[in-house]
């Protein structure tokens, strides 16, 4: 069946520090993808999204890269600041599944002053 | 304008019991989606409601049900709770149908003792 699969957290980083989080997937025909992003003690947003290949989600100077080659939808950010920490969550939503979302497991980020 | 409203936020219950949660889409939303968030794991997908007609089901025992009103709010019924129902319970809605973007409410805390 449809899967996603993070790398494990906690993610440690320093403030202005590079963000690399990566998601990788499995799913029959063709999927879209998302990133949500969950603030402590909120529920969960959307972050970006990206409907068909080579597509280039963006948002908040987060990326993402729609990339079916290698079914990644890997999360980027150049410079992380100490508000980005939160858990990120990808998430895939297949047409032939009625739509629902299929989730990774979470990857908590800790950016540090 | 108001975003997904959930009542109550957090709810104690203890096992045998049951218990009924509420959801209330953006205004204008016609779909509703419900998950299950256990601590520490990305959500789990349980029903999806559009048009007041359940579209869709995940992997959960007959003692979840959920029904959708005229006013396209949404209510989440668990009979007979267990120890591992225990766990964040999020409302979705989306647009017209849940293939559009689903935006989640801030959740209910469910424990069940």
């Known amino acids: 069946g449809d899967s996603v699969t993070q790398m494990e957290g906690p993610v440690t980083l320093s403030e202005e520090a590079f963000l690399t989080i990566n998601c990788t997937y499995t799913?029959?025909?063709?999927?879209?993808l998302f990133w949500y992003v969950q603030y402590p003690g909120e529920g969960l947003q959307l972050l970006l999204k990206?409907?068909?290949a080579d597509d280039k989600g963006s948002n908040k100077g987060f990326e993402a890269t729609y990339r079916k080659e290698t079914t990644s939808f890997h999360l980027e950010k150049g410079s992380v600041q100490v508000s980005d920490s939160a858990v990120y969550f990808c998430?895939?939503?297949?047409?032939?599944?009625?739509?629902?979302?299929?989730w990774g497991a979470g990857t908590k980020l800790i950016i540090k002053p | 304008d108001a975003g997904v409203t959930q009542s109550p936020t957090h709810l104690i219950k203890t096992r045998g019991q049951q218990v009924t949660l509420r959801c209330s889409p953006i205004s204008g939303h016609k779909s509703v989606s419900w998950y299950q968030q256990v601590l520490g794991q990305g959500p789990q997908f349980i029903f999806q409601?559009?048009?007041?007609?359940?579209?869709g089901r995940g992997n959960f025992p007959d003692r979840f049900s959920a029904r959708q009103f005229p006013n396209y709010s949404s209510e989440l019924n668990v009979n007979a709770l267990l120890l591992g129902d225990s766990a964040l319970y999020l409302c979705?809605?989306?647009?017209?149908?849940?293939?559009?973007?689903?935006?989640f409410g801030p959740g209910t805390r469910l424990t069940v003792l």
């Open positions: 990206a409907t068909k």
């Open positions: 998430a895939l939503r297949a047409p032939d599944s009625n739509y629902q979302l299929i």
């Open positions: 979705a809605s989306s647009l017209l149908s849940p293939a559009d973007t689903q935006y």
């Open positions: 799913a029959t025909g063709y999927p879209s």
């Open positions: 409601y559009y048009e007041k007609e359940e579209r």
